[in-house]
């Protein structure tokens, strides 16, 4: 596929590549109806490529309702350059930039914050494996709750009572998960039915560019007489997201870490390693990929920590599988001998950490668990009583 002829593009089978994006049913209704269209932007190469796009592509059909291009800025984690790509883009596109951030704190808050939460947690037994301070893959919750929620509550605030068409650069060339992603779908967290029903807001994801290439986004972008974001041009990324993201490549970490902007937020990372005693990326540690940038102290305090992880997870090991958590926990009262064994996993646990915990007894592990169940069935009568009324 040509990028740089995408907007003239045709073709007849499913989902028709119109003017260089993929249209679908409600998304293109609510657009030829007016609706305001919001156009995601993180200063990487897919959303500068969306954005254009989607504007040649909306004035294409005579689009005549409000157009803004929306940054979520996740503080201390972003690239130095990615608000200015953002900003040049809206000058480019003579649209309104609006950015937003997470109110209780940036990206490295929420860590920092999760980490804490998790440690209290565990120190009074309301789970019974320390919990990691990360997002993952499969627990992005620096996607839901730093961009989504964030952009999406803003967008109702602009647009109450209408039908916002939320636009996003993802890509199925990106990932097994996106390859499935479809062109449109309900966007929950844009709905809002106060009082009154004239303020009543709904709205759209809509993914203009899934079907596109990264050669068809850097062949368009060139075309367009676009420059990308400076991760790209100086420092050799693959892609623009956090300095340091969770699923980025150890090339692109390591490219991430040569920019001088990103040394500070680095060592913070590295230190919240060493204190938790998870690796950023799992097996990966994040300390590993720039081991120049770090202090002495933190030479010595990551090699602590990776042998502090080793018994840690030999220790949790230990549980049985019947205990540990799933939905519902506490599930089952553990017997004498299993409240031992969960006694001296925490004990063991804590001495590793250096945390001061409770329910270091089985007979304080008992007590407790029977606390756990018989709140959790005090709730479940209040559930009842609830739907009885």
């Keep these: ?61 005579g689009h005549t309702g409000p157009r803004v291009l929306i940054h979520s800025d996740l503080g201390r984690v972003e690239w130095r350059d990615s608000l200015p790509t953002c ?19 940036d990206m490295m808050d929420r ?24 997002s993952t893959p499969s627990m992005r919750f620096c996607t839901s709750e730093l961009k989504t929620a964030v952009i999406c509550r803003e967008l109702v605030r602009r647009f109450p009572g209408q039908v916002i068409v939320s636009a996003a650069g993802i890509r199925r060339e990106e990932s097994a998960k996106r390859r499935k992603a479809p062109i449109e779908k309900k966007q929950n967290k844009l709905t809002s039915t106060p009082r009154r029903r004239d303020l ?54 390591t490219a991430s870490a040569s920019c001088p902007d990103n040394v500070a937020i680095y060592r913070v990372m590295v230190d919240l390693e060493i204190v938790s005693t998870f690796a950023f990326q799992g097996s990966r540690w994040l300390g590993d990929v720039a081991t ?33 958590y799933v939905k519902g926990w506490p599930v089952v009262m553990p017997t004498e001998a299993e409240a031992e064994l969960l006694a001296e996993v ?29 709140l959790k069935a005090s709730k479940a009568t209040a559930d009842e009583d609830d739907l009885d009324n």
């Design 111 to 134: 860590w920092l914050t999760r980490w804490a939460n998790n440690v209290a947690r565990f120190a009074s037994l309301s789970c019974v494996k320390v919990i990691l301070p990360w």
């Design 200 to 253: 009543w807001t709904t709205g759209v994801d809509w993914n203009p560019i899934i079907e596109w290439t990264e050669a068809d986004v850097r062949a368009f972008l060139a075309a367009r007489g676009f420059d990308l974001h400076e991760g790209y041009t100086v420092y050799g990324m693959s892609r623009i997201s956090c300095a340091y993201c969770i699923m980025a490549t150890l090339a692109d970490l």
């Design 1 to 61: 596929m040509d990028a740089t002829n995408l907007v003239t593009l045709r073709t007849a089978r499913p989902g028709i590549i119109d003017r260089g994006v993929v249209w679908a049913p409600e998304s293109e209704a609510a657009i030829r109806a007016g609706a305001p269209v919001a156009i995601g932007v993180s200063g990487g190469k897919d959303s500068c490529a969306l954005a254009i796009a989607t504007v040649e592509a909306l004035d294409a059909i």
């Design 292 to 324: 120049h940038l770090l202090t002495e102290a933190q030479h010595a305090g990551l090699d602590a920590a990776k042998l502090a992880a080793a018994a840690r997870e030999a220790a949790e090991a230990r549980i049985p599988s019947h205990l540990l």
């Design 346 to 374: 925490r004990r063991d646990v804590a001495a590793v950490l250096g945390l001061d915990v409770e329910c270091v007894t089985a007979a304080e592990v008992l007590a407790r668990y029977a606390a756990l169940m018989a």
């Design 87 to 105: 900003e040049r883009l809206a000058e480019r596109l003579g649209l309104e930039l609006i950015v937003v951030h997470r109110a209780a704190g």
